[in-house]
């Protein structure tokens, strides 16, 4: 299968190069491809004639977003309508990467997909309008959202917590935030098994993909320095406290709930989704070699 896969060079990018050997992949970040550029992208794909395109490009920046608001809207939303428009006058899917940042988070409960979308700052805001163009633009796409992406590549909440821990004995996590964390390479596969599914019309749409259990940030610091004490890392940090929202303060307001129900996920596409804690393990063997 002939696969376009952009933002190459994040998490999600790097991870559906590493498991993609079954399949031939061009795969570009913005310096081979500006999915803005919507002549751009209408050339690439006249060329490659991909038979599905999977959209991991992203801005994500999420408190810079607050003051970068043209650039993360050019890149969440203009860019997915490109490549929208592109797949529909092509004839093919659109597999494309959001958010649980399109939600409040004043939500009891998981989020199942037709729940209201209320985002509380830029970043939600783009990612929500690129939802919206994708599925106006392109009849045959699939929407994953997904959240607290981690993996040993880029920038996450894993290996800011491992370099942390290396240089302080007393960290402040904040532990009032509830999500569930997702391992770009667990992402990666589910990605693989639903392009692989041949899917049809009966199973466009959105769909929620996060790994189980939900936890807090602070739980998932816990976790982190226990497994990387497990496995031998030099931990220098000895005490863990689990903040407040209001005691960090951040430009952007996050969602005090993101965990999402996933079911529908797993129903659609007979995946089974791994706990995030063996994808931690894995994460964390392979920053120890880095």
């Known amino acids: 299968m002939r696969l376009l896969i952009t933002g190459s060079k994040g998490q999600l990018g790097t991870e559906l190069i590493r498991l993609g050997s079954d399949h031939e992949l061009l795969a570009v970040d913005y310096d081979t491809l500006d999915i803005t550029d919507a002549d751009a992208v209408m050339r690439c794909m006249d060329n490659f004639h991909p038979d599905v395109v999977i959209n991991a490009a992203a801005y994500t ?8 608001v043209d650039i993360c809207f050019a890149v969440n939303r203009d860019g997915p309508e490109n490549l ?3 797949c529909e006058q092509a004839g093919i899917p659109l597999v494309h990467v959001s958010t649980d940042y399109v939600f409040d988070g004043s939500r009891q409960a998981a989020y199942v997909e037709s729940d209201a979308v209320a985002p509380l700052g830029v970043y939600g805001a783009s990612k929500l309008a690129g939802e919206l163009a994708v599925q106006h633009c392109c009849s045959r796409h699939i929407i994953l959202r997904t959240s607290w992406v981690f993996s040993a ?13 290396s240089e302080r004995s007393e960290l402040g996590i904040v532990g009032d935030q509830h999500g569930c964390p997702t391992s770009a ?10 392009v692989e599914s041949d899917p049809n019309e009966s199973v466009w749409g959105v769909y929620h993909f996060s790994q189980p259990a939900p936890t807090t940030w602070f739980g998932f610091a816990e976790a982190i320095f226990s497994e990387a004490s497990g496995q031998g890392m030099d931990m220098k940090v000895s005490t863990l406290k689990a903040i407040a929202t ?3 303060p951040t430009p952007a307001k996050r969602p005090v709930n993101s965990v999402m ?3 529908r996920f797993s129903q659609a596409f007979d995946f089974t989704i791994k706990p995030w804690s063996e994808s931690l393990q ?4 392979e920053l120890k070699h880095v």
Do not use: P, Q
């Not at 920046?61 to 970068?68: G, L, N, T, W």
């Not at 590549?153 to 917590?161: D, I, L, P, R, S």
């Not at 894995?282 to 063997?285: D, L, T, W």
């Open 61 to 68: 920046a999420v408190d810079k977003a607050e003051m970068d």
């Open 84 to 86: 929208a428009k592109a």
């Open 153 to 165: 590549h880029g920038n996450n909440f894993v290996k800011t917590m491992l370099r942390l821990g």
């Open 185 to 194: 390479s667990e992402l990666a596969r589910a990605i693989y098994a639903l």
């Open 246 to 248: 209001s005691e960090y």
């Open 261 to 263: 129900d996933c079911s």
């Open 282 to 285: 894995e994460v964390i063997k």
